[in-house]
């Protein structure tokens, strides 16, 4: 009988799926299977392709598969199905779906090799005293001595006693060698801690959790220090036991290496981990201790959630708001909507964890739709700090303009009591703008049309979108005159700024430049854990997730920045980004004291934070999101339209416009089109169209079909973001 399999072949530079039926020939039928890679001939190419389908009739004339890839699939059926409901979801291809699923190694088309690490072993295949009378080598001597400590001894050792006697008794015999695949990554288990009794609220939550029988979801909501983590740990234990598994999720593992060594310490050995910065090698052999399923637990960041996990009885997202959560780009996927699949396929609960949930979840918790689990008090009994605000317009005037007269006093204050400092300023490099007094020339990247940024140490100029840098002389390019200025505060001059102020303090600044060589983050944190140094600088690396006995005071200098972001979820990512830096102070027996610097003393954002009160903030945001028609009040769907032609994007973004408002709802919003907050990148030109709905069955067909018209269009490229 013939036998056929339908291939998602992966095209090169091709965004769109083309699914092809191939005859399956009689040497591969036994091999074939669901979810394998295979090689096809297409055109006059070989292309890599996944088989979805087998079928045993085909009414076409066929192409044959030339050969199959994998031994076992690396989509199993859950995945395929997975990819299919995405598809649905976000409207991009599944083959880009079936590869951001995978590791680089795994991946059709990727083109990048990589092989298991071997190692070898030698062990003994005769008894000592045989080997030793047949010699009187003393190296042979020494090499047997490896074997009094364990049975196997690595070749490597033993090479290094000597490699000529290892050769000789291998080929008389006397020693055997094995090949065995040794693990590149290894996990730093540094911290021990115990298991704690759960107070009140955490054991409320844990046992709704465990008591939940199919796919539920919870909100956990507590702030930093609640035993949020605490709850999980307890509850992965339980889940264990049961003979399930459990994904965890966190925004950037990197920045969190202490949420890793708890779990680590907790569940020695049973854990892969899975994030960015692993070496591709470590990612695949973390990525093969799943599929082998010789671990239960697996934390990692946003595509983590694909882990080939079997039997999960638990998935996890700590700090659930964090925008990392969602790719930005193709396929635009939110890491907690592939959760709520995964969980109903598994029919296993869902928490989600976080201190300032997003408006969306927090609605969904209000409205029943989630369990709500509040967690309202610091588990270690260290209260919450006192937040200060500061009005820099005042500041200003008194020519204090980076740092107010009061953060100062209070560093000194706490420098003098051996007490360590915080300062968060969310931009890195020197300063933002540089303008020539003289004919006022500005610094400006000639793909993005934005300032470049300066940055001292390199002494050069940058786009902080594209990366296109330029040489800053001492003198201006246009007028040749020694006028050049520095405006806008970058970590890099703030950290001049407290050399100067605090001469003999010890300063360490963290941020993407300081930071870029694999490693150098844990070192610094863990410096600054040490008290290496006094003061810690940086951007919003610093907010997260660390627990620093030591720091009683935290400065954040430019709270407005984030504020004033054209962006309508900019003031619930302000509250998250400073009450999460503000639990940073105070964390153990120094009361804690924050000190926010602000032009707008009066922002409700800002009261609520000094508050600690999430949910006035979030009532009150509620109301603002319901007039101007947001989420969760409104879905959203925002169009771009981009082309290296101006005219052309303008001209095809106003014919989309028009297209959607002949087929969508009449009750469908649809704003612009406009350029978008980043009207230009790398010479690319970007409009876009924001569409609001509340429920409109005819929004996804409608794009599809735009979707489908722009296929042939070749200056104009068209994508969607869902925003639920
Ligand atoms: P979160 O994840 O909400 O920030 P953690 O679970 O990290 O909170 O807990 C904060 C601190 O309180 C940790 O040092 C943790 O060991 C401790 N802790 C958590 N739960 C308890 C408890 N029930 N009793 C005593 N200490 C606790
Ligand atoms: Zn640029």
Redesign the pocket.
């Known amino acids: 009988m013939n036998m056929y399999a339908d291939i998602l072949v992966q095209i090169k530079s091709k965004q769109v799926d083309s699914t092809f039926t191939y005859e399956v020939p009689e040497a591969l039928k036994e091999e074939i299977k669901i979810g394998k890679r295979v090689l096809v001939p297409f055109g006059s190419q070989k292309l890599e392709g996944y088989v979805l389908n087998l079928k045993d009739t085909c009414s076409i004339k066929t192409k044959r598969i030339i050969e199959i890839i994998d031994e076992t699939p690396v989509l199993n059926e859950e995945l395929l199905s997975l990819g299919k409901q995405i598809q649905e979801e976000t409207l991009c291809s599944l083959s880009a779906i079936y590869s951001s699923m995978l590791p680089k190694a795994l991946k059709a088309k990727a083109g990048v090799k990589i092989n298991k690490k071997m190692v070898s072993y030698l062990f003994l295949a005769e008894n000592k005293e045989t080997i030793l009378e047949s010699t009187s080598s003393k190296a042979v001597q020494n090499i047997l001595e490896l074997f009094n400590e364990s049975a196997q001894v690595l070749k490597k050792e033993a090479n290094k006693v000597s490699s000529s006697a290892v050769k000789t008794l291998l080929k008389k015999g006397f020693l055997k060698e094995i090949e065995s695949e040794e693990y590149r990554y290894h996990p730093s288990n540094s911290m021990t801690?115990?298991k704690?009794?759960?107070?009140e609220e955490?054991e409320w939550a844990y046992k709704k959790i465990l008591e939940s029988q199919k796919n539920q979801i919870f909100l956990?909501h507590?702030?930093?220090?609640?035993?949020?983590?605490?709850?999980?740990?307890q509850v992965i234990e339980e889940v264990l036991k049961r003979g399930n598994t459990a994904l965890v999720l966190v925004p950037e593992i990197s920045l969190t290496p202490q949420?890793v060594s708890?779990f680590e310490s907790r569940f020695k050995g049973s854990i892969a981990v899975l994030h960015s910065s692993l070496s591709d090698g470590e990612r695949y052999d973390e990525y093969r201790k799943i599929l082998r399923e010789e671990v239960s637990i697996v934390i990692g960041t946003r595509s983590a959630i694909f882990a080939p996990l079997k039997n999960i009885g638990i998935i996890i997202l700590?700090e659930e708001h964090s925008s990392t959560y969602k790719q930005e780009n193709n396929p635009k996927y939110h890491a907690i909507e592939v959760a709520k699949l995964r969980s109903k396929y598994h029919k296993c609960p869902l928490v989600l964890?976080s201190?300032t949930p997003t408006l969306n979840t927090l609605a969904r918790a209000l409205k029943k739709i989630y369990v709500y689990l509040p967690?309202t008090k610091?588990?270690?009994?260290s209260s919450l700090p006192e937040v200060h605000l500061i009005d820099m317009e005042a500041e200003m005037k008194s020519r204090h303009p980076i740092l107010s007269r009061e953060l100062e006093c209070k560093m000194i204050e706490a420098l003098s009591k051996n007490e360590q400092i915080l300062l968060l300023l969310n931009r890195r490099g020197h300063s933002t703008t540089i303008t020539c007094s003289n004919c006022g020339f500005t610094y400006r990247c000639p793909n993005c049309n934005i300032t470049l940024t300066y940055h001292k140490t390199s002494k050069n100029a940058r786009c902080h979108y594209c990366g296109y840098t330029k040489y800053v002389e001492d003198t201006c390019p246009n007028c040749k005159e020694k006028s050049l200025n520095y405006y806008g505060l970058g970590t890099e001059k703030l950290e001049d700024y407290l050399e100067n102020v605090f001469p003999t303090a010890r300063i360490l600044r963290m941020d993407a430049d300081t930071t870029v060589k694999k490693g150098e983050y844990e070192k610094m944190i863990t410096a600054f854990y040490n008290h290496e140094y006094d003061i810690l600088l940086g951007t919003q690396m610093i907010s997260k997730?660390l627990?620093f006995k030591n720091v009683s005071i935290v400065g954040i200098l430019n709270a407005d920045a984030s504020l004033n972001i054209p962006d309508y979820k900019s003031n619930e990512t302000t509250y998250a980004l400073l009450s999460q830096a503000s639990?940073r102070a105070g964390?153990a027996k120094t009361k804690g004291e924050v000190y926010i610097q602000t032009f707008y003393k009066e922002n409700y954002v800002l009261k609520c934070v000094q508050k600690h009160d999430y949910l006035a903030f979030a009532k009150y945001e509620m109301k603002i999101r319901q007039t101007l028609k947001y989420p969760p009040y409104y879905y959203l769907v925002l169009i771009s339209i981009k082309s290296k032609y101006y005219e052309e994007a303008i001209k095809e973004a106003k014919k989309v416009k028009e297209y959607l408002s002949n087929h969508v709802s009449s009750q469908t919003i649809i704003l612009g089109p406009a350029l978008s907050g980043t009207p230009m990148v790398n010479k690319i030109y970007h409009f876009e169209i924001l569409t609001k709905y509340k429920k409109d069955d005819k929004i996804k067909p409608t794009l599809k079909e735009l979707d489908e018209i722009y296929l042939t269009n070749h200056k104009v490229q068209i994508d969607y973001d869902f925003y639920h």
């Open positions: 801690e115990e704690k009794k759960l107070n955490q956990l507590g702030v930093t220090g609640s035993g949020k983590t605490e709850v999980y740990l949420f708890r700590d964890g201190a967690l610091r588990a270690a009994s997730g627990d639990g964390r």
